[in-house]
């Protein structure tokens, strides 16, 4: 899990969007600060403009012109940085709950992945079990056929269960690969490196019991965290909205160097600067009801996120409901199947011996090795199905935290 919460893809991509957030919002947040800019120019006149004075027309200018431009800004009020300023937090929050959600679904993913595995790697050894079982009754068999005691059916039947095994294990060890891919593939794990799991057979056990008297609290889910900060985003959208009928107030200072010259070597000689600052104020009066619009549809947008937050708790309840009866469901079944499980165990047991005593007929041995065979297999697609229906609920309720 671990691993996976470091090389997983989408986990990479989650820490990288943050740091994405964090300089998106950096870089709204600078138009805070004075803004200082230089503006060179050169230009040639090839003709001088002319103009009529006391009814003679006589040229104006230079041959040659520069000027150097030095312009600060600095806003004083404006929507745009002012919506950066007040939502910076919320973003940052948004961020790192899309990161929340995203390990979660990994979290989810890798543990029914891993179950998945096991699940498959443990029919494999029940099917081993089975071949040496098999192996010795097909021995027992023919040993009995070559003493005349019974006849070639037994030790046939017995080939027949035998070979029957080894090709169930063969398709079992085919399947476990391809559950090895799926599982390093939500682990983020090199598909050509070898990986081993351990576990515990006891301890899996035991994880399958769970407190189903909890109830659902939407705030631990992070699909409503989410839309809880959608919400306040929308908000501060609506605010924006309004925020139009505010003038744009912003102060600026120039100094500009002038160079004027009829001669390009002498053109730097001499500088004619001048300079000034003052206070920009801009309101627009009509602009054909696109603001009122636009608060209009800030609004709307707000109402939705409202209904998605009524959606959502409507699904969480289903969601909930739906995991628990699921895992309930499969808790009942694993009980009753860990049991069936000891029953066809002894009753294999009791079969054998009493067919190795001559008492029982080696149908009914082969009958107790499909029911045992049988039970195992079930008991472990119990165990796989109760560990993952755990899952299920515990992200229903919003208690996976990786």
């Given at each position: 899990?671990?691993?996976?919460?470091?090389?997983?893809?989408?986990?990479?991509?989650?820490?990288?969007?943050?740091?994405?957030?964090?300089?998106?919002?950096?870089?709204?947040?600078?138009?805070?600060?004075?803004?200082?800019?230089?503006n060179?120019?050169?230009?040639?006149?090839?003709?001088?403009?002319?103009?009529?004075?006391?009814?003679?027309?006589?040229?104006?200018?230079?041959?040659?012109?520069?000027a150097?431009?030095?312009?600060?800004?600095?806003?004083?009020?404006?929507?745009?940085?002012?919506?950066?300023?007040?939502?910076?937090?919320?973003?940052?929050?948004?961020?790192?709950?899309?990161?929340?959600?995203?390990?979660?679904?990994?979290?989810?993913?890798?543990?029914?992945?891993?179950?998945?595995?096991?699940?498959?790697?443990?029919?494999?050894?029940?099917?081993?079990?089975?071949?040496?079982?098999?192996?010795?009754?097909?021995?027992?068999?023919?040993?009995?056929?070559?003493?005349?005691?019974?006849?070639?059916?037994?030790?046939?039947?017995?080939?027949?269960?035998?070979?029957?095994?080894?090709?169930?294990?063969?398709?079992?060890?085919?399947q476990?690969?391809a559950?090895?891919?799926?599982?390093?593939?939500?682990?983020g794990?090199?598909?050509?490196?070898?990986?081993?799991?351990?576990?515990?057979?006891?301890?899996?056990?035991?994880?399958?019991?769970?407190?189903?008297?909890?109830?659902?609290?939407y705030?631990?889910?992070?699909?409503?965290?989410?839309?809880?900060t959608?919400?306040?985003?929308?908000?501060?959208?609506?605010?924006?909205?309004?925020?139009?009928?505010?003038?744009?107030?912003?102060?600026?200072?120039?100094?500009?160097?002038?160079?004027?010259?009829?001669?390009?070597?002498?053109l730097?000689?001499?500088?004619?600067?001048?300079?000034?600052?003052?206070?920009?104020?801009?309101?627009?009066?009509?602009q054909?009801?696109?603001?009122?619009?636009?608060?209009?549809?800030?609004?709307?947008?707000?109402?939705?996120?409202?209904?998605?937050?009524?959606?959502?708790?409507?699904?969480?309840?289903?969601?909930?409901?739906?995991?628990?009866?699921?895992?309930?469901?499969?808790?009942?079944?694993?009980?009753?199947?860990?049991?069936?499980?000891?029953?066809?165990?002894?009753?294999?047991?009791?079969?054998?011996?009493?067919?190795?005593?001559?008492?029982?007929?080696y149908?009914?041995v082969?009958?107790?090795?499909?029911d045992?065979?049988?039970?195992?297999?079930?008991?472990?697609?119990?165990?796989?199905?109760?560990?993952?229906?755990?899952?299920?609920v515990?992200?229903a309720?919003?208690?996976?935290?990786?």
């Open positions: 899990m671990q691993y996976a919460l470091v090389h997983q893809p989408i986990a990479r991509q989650s820490e990288i969007d943050e740091e994405i957030t964090e300089s998106q919002i950096k870089g709204r947040l600078a138009d805070w600060y004075p803004q200082v800019n230089f060179y120019s050169l230009q040639h006149n090839f003709q001088l403009q002319k103009i009529v004075f006391n009814g003679q027309t006589i040229q104006s200018g230079t041959k040659n012109v520069s150097g431009q030095f312009t600060l800004d600095q806003t004083l009020f404006n929507r745009d940085v002012l919506l950066a300023s007040r939502t910076a937090k919320t973003v940052r929050t948004q961020a790192k709950q899309n990161t929340a959600s995203n390990r979660i679904d990994i979290a989810a993913n890798v543990s029914k992945a891993f179950f998945d595995v096991l699940l498959t790697s443990q029919q494999i050894r029940l099917v081993d079990e089975d071949i040496v079982r098999l192996e010795r009754s097909y021995k027992d068999a023919y040993n009995q056929y070559q003493g005349g005691v019974v006849d070639k059916t037994d030790y046939k039947r017995a080939s027949i269960a035998l070979n029957n095994a080894k090709a169930q294990k063969k398709s079992g060890e085919e476990l690969k559950k090895y891919a799926s599982l390093k593939l939500e682990m794990y090199p598909d050509s490196l070898q990986l081993k799991l351990h576990y515990d057979s006891v301890q899996l056990a035991n994880e399958v019991f769970f407190d189903t008297l909890q109830t659902v609290r705030d631990q889910r992070i699909e409503y965290q989410l839309l809880q959608q919400r306040q985003l929308q908000e501060a959208q609506v605010k924006y909205s309004k925020w139009s009928f505010i003038p744009e107030v912003s102060a600026f200072a120039d100094y500009n160097a002038n160079y004027l010259d009829n001669r390009f070597s002498k730097y000689g001499d500088n004619l600067p001048n300079s000034y600052a003052g206070v920009s104020l801009k309101f627009p009066i009509f054909g009801g696109k603001r009122t619009q636009e608060i209009k549809q800030a609004k709307l947008q707000l109402q939705r996120v409202d209904w998605d937050i009524q959606n959502l708790k409507n699904n969480v309840n289903t969601q909930y409901v739906a995991a628990l009866s699921a895992y309930k469901s499969n808790l009942s079944d694993y009980n009753i199947l860990k049991d069936n499980l000891d029953l066809a165990q002894e009753v294999y047991n009791t079969i054998n011996l009493q067919y190795r005593s001559g008492v029982k007929a149908i009914e082969v009958n107790a090795e499909t045992l065979r049988t039970a195992q297999v079930n008991y472990t697609n119990a165990l796989y199905q109760v560990l993952s229906s755990k899952i299920d515990q992200k309720l919003g208690t996976i935290n990786p």
